[in-house]
């Protein structure tokens, strides 16, 4: 596939994924359970199939992060306990994915950096599964568990960039918001929009993120600037 072609498939299906999460969203907002339940499905594997076409340096890993993140999507949708935990399995995978990539990509380069943000998240962490538990019930494990992935993913993300790191707190707001749900906290009004809203921004963030990286690696200090002062299509 020539570049112009790649380009214009990139950003169609970038157009795509933006069509069917703003559907998506709405629908949450006006309560259509039908279509809610039939775009989410789509949204990752429209981002996966982006990122891929967006750049040829796409890292491995990043495709079966959000296929990992689709199964995730779809088994929460199925509902009750085994679907749940399963779906939570499934984000743990992606989870591992993410933080491999952001580790492999030298996110943990600078060791001051990584032990200062490290440190705010095990602090947020903490301090958030020490008001939660109480209600957890037989979830407390598993929470736990996941949610150490999920901030492990917070922390790698802030050292690659802003966009990554933007994204891996997303990623971590979005899933606090599932878990006061399940420790029966009193929802806030919109909440099933903020926990999708953040969730989406969450995986376009990290995604394009990372592709941002990889386009620079081994770029002059000169190419950098004239890349970053171009518009992103991922």
């Known amino acids: 596939m020539n570049l112009t072609r790649r380009v214009k498939t990139a950003r169609g299906l ?4 933006a069509a069917t999460s703003a559907a998506h969203l709405g629908a949450i907002a006006t309560g259509v359970t039908t279509l ?5 499905p789509a949204l990752m594997p429209l981002l996966a199939a982006q990122s891929l076409a967006a750049s040829r340096k796409a890292p491995k890993l990043l495709a079966p992060a959000l296929v990992a993140s ?13 679907a749940f935990l399963a779906g939570m399995g499934s984000f743990a995978a992606a989870h591992v994915c993410y933080v491999t990539m952001f580790v ?6 600078d060791r001051r950096k990584a032990l200062l943000v490290g440190a705010a998240y095990a602090t947020a962490w903490a301090t958030m599964m020490g008001q939660l538990w109480p209600g ?3 979830l407390k494990v598993p929470v736990a568990g996941y949610s150490l992935l999920l901030a492990s993913t917070a922390v790698t993300s ?5 966009r990554t790191g933007l994204g891996g707190a997303l990623f971590l707001l979005s899933d606090t918001l599932i878990a006061t749900q399940l420790a029966g906290w009193k929802e806030l009004p919109g909440h099933e929009l903020m926990i999708m ?8 963030l990290l995604a394009s993120g990372l592709l941002a990286h990889k386009e620079l690696d081994g770029v002059t200090a000169e190419g950098r600037a004239e890349l970053r002062a171009q518009p992103m299509t991922a």
Request: overall charge negative; proline content about 0%.
């Open 197 to 204: 809203s953040t969730y989406i921004a969450a995986q376009y």
């Open 70 to 82: 689709t199964g995730g999507d779809v088994l929460l949708q199925v509902g009750g306990d085994t």
């Open 136 to 138: 957890l019930g037989d």
């Open 104 to 109: 492999q990509e030298g996110a943990l380069s």
């Open 36 to 40: 809610q339940r039939a775009t989410k």
């Open 158 to 162: 802030a050292g690659l960039n802003w």
């Open 14 to 17: 970038l157009a795509g994924f």
